[in-house]
């Protein structure tokens, strides 16, 4: 129903910026909200973030709080993570997603998301 495509990964030192994109195709409506997450060997899954598709509202995990910055753009269907003054705890592999919206409550676990792009690495060099 709904793909994801993640793209714009790479190495970078600590304290520059990236900036990740997940294209959206298949029935895409404005009822998804978008999440990112992101996972380092030997680590759980983390929440990054998400922002609702309809209002723009986002919602951040306390360690990348002012420092991530997500985004939507409705022409190009695509929703982008700018990542700024990285750390090398960042390093991690980064999957977008989509889930259902809920009037009530954001989604922050990965069970509430029901499709997944294929992921993209991000590497931070001290």
């Known amino acids: 129903q709904v793909q994801l495509v993640e793209s714009g990964g790479g190495l970078v030192q600590a304290g520059g910026s990236l900036r990740l994109s997940c294209a959206r195709s298949?029935?895409?409506?404005?009822?998804?909200?978008m999440g990112w997450f992101r996972q380092a060997p030997g680590k759980e899954r983390e929440f990054v973030g998400t922002?609702?598709?309809?209002?723009?509202?986002?919602y951040y995990t306390d360690s990348v709080k002012g420092r991530f910055t997500i985004t939507r753009d409705n022409a190009k269907n695509t929703v982008f993570l700018q990542m700024d003054r990285v750390k090398p705890e960042d390093t991690a592999l980064y999957h977008c997603?989509?889930?259902?919206?809920?009037?009530?409550?954001?989604?922050?676990?990965?069970?509430?998301?029901?499709?997944w792009g294929q992921g993209t690495q991000v590497t931070v060099s001290s």
């Open positions: 298949g029935r895409t409506f404005n009822s998804y909200d």
């Open positions: 997603a989509a889930g259902l919206t809920r009037w009530t409550t954001v989604l922050t676990t990965a069970n509430q998301y029901r499709y």
């Open positions: 922002i609702n598709w309809s209002t723009g509202e986002t």
